[in-house]
């Protein structure tokens, strides 16, 4: 029951049977109301052949700040029923978590609440945001969307100091596997002017038999329409190009043409898995900026507006995806 479960509910602990060269992550983002303090929080597990550790990394996107916290394995514990883990006295769920780290110079305490939370949208052929690649057994890493959006109540103590996040807004996603892509982009936001707004776009190397594609996915969601452009469903980048710290991307499907335009800013450095070791640096942004535009194919504009706190990853070679002129 557990392994048809975990398929049709990518959120829940996937790794119960993988013993080595695999990892898996949850990634919590959390802004309050006032976008004056961005974290994102994510545990996880790491088994190599000598080498089996939980883990919690804290970004701070404001200082660019990061921390990578390890446990002993055992002092992880997860649900095989529903996403529900735990390392030591840190505790997360869908709804939320409770965290209480002491580090050297980076101090973290207390509970966050998701409220009002969006689901992603779930099919029995498209359990998740990779469709039918979700039933692939050999994939090198699978992303899953756990809350498209949510409201966030509660309050931490960070280093110190209570910070509210009641009034926020959070996001919660995963990925599990062997290895991170060698190469890929993603980049998410759920702070637009308009309301229950959220965006997410990634495209990656992906290896397949003896050779490799570039894998897309990505979403819209406004209010209650969504939006998805991804390999499996025809959608095509038109356009992608990086230059002067500025990212610009067009995806085009049978229907619409998403626009996307992100400035880059700084960003702290992340640990990233390869063959389940979580050993590659990577930068990520939670303070980008992206201005997207849909359109359907007549030309009309369906939206349009930025976003602010923008989570943002280019990774690897990253500019195999360019497009020529």
């Not at 009641?166 to 062997?178: C, F, H, P, Q, V």
């Not at 500025?246 to 043409?257: A, F, P, R």
Request: with cysteine; proline share 3%.
């Amino acid at each position: 029951m557990y392994l048809i479960n975990r398929i049709f509910n990518p959120e829940i602990y996937q790794g119960r049977y993988r013993h080595r060269g695999y990892f898996e992550g949850w990634y919590f983002k959390i802004i309050d109301k006032h976008a004056k303090n961005i974290y994102a929080v994510i545990p996880g597990v790491s088994k190599t052949k000598s080498d089996k550790h939980a883990f919690i990394q804290v970004i701070d996107a404001v200082s660019g700040k990061t921390l990578y916290k390890r446990f002993p394995i055992s002092d992880f514990s997860y649900s095989v029923k529903e996403f529900d883990i735990s390392i030591k006295d840190n505790y997360f769920n869908r709804d939320g978590f409770s965290i209480n780290i002491q580090d050297e110079d980076f101090n973290l305490k207390g509970k966050i609440g998701y409220t009002e939370v969006v689901p992603f949208p779930k099919t029995t052929f498209n359990p998740g945001i990779m469709g039918p690649f979700s039933f692939i057994p050999f994939m090198e890493c699978y992303h899953g969307i756990v809350n498209i959006h949510c409201g966030i109540e509660g309050v931490l103590n960070i280093n110190g100091r209570d910070t509210d996040f009641s009034g926020g807004y959070g996001y919660l996603e995963k990925d599990w596997g062997t290895s991170f892509p060698k190469s890929w982009i993603w980049l998410q936001c759920n702070h637009f002017k308009s309301e229950n707004t959220c965006l997410m776009f990634s495209i990656a190397s992906i290896p397949w038999l003896t050779s490799s594609f570039d894998g897309l996915i990505s979403f819209l969601k406004l209010g209650d329409r969504f939006f998805r452009f991804a390999t499996y469903t025809g959608a095509k980048i038109k356009k992608l190009s990086y230059e002067n710290n500025v990212l610009e991307i067009v995806v085009e499907d049978s229907k619409n043409t998403l626009s996307l335009k992100a400035s880059v800013s700084r960003g702290g450095v992340l640990k990233a898995p390869k063959n389940g070791m979580m050993d590659i640096d990577i930068t990520e942004s939670i303070t980008s900026q992206v201005e997207v535009v849909l359109k359907d194919r007549t030309g009309n504009i369906i939206f349009s507006d930025t976003g602010n706190n923008t989570g943002l990853e280019l990774a690897g070679d990253f500019r195999q995806f360019e497009t020529k002129n």
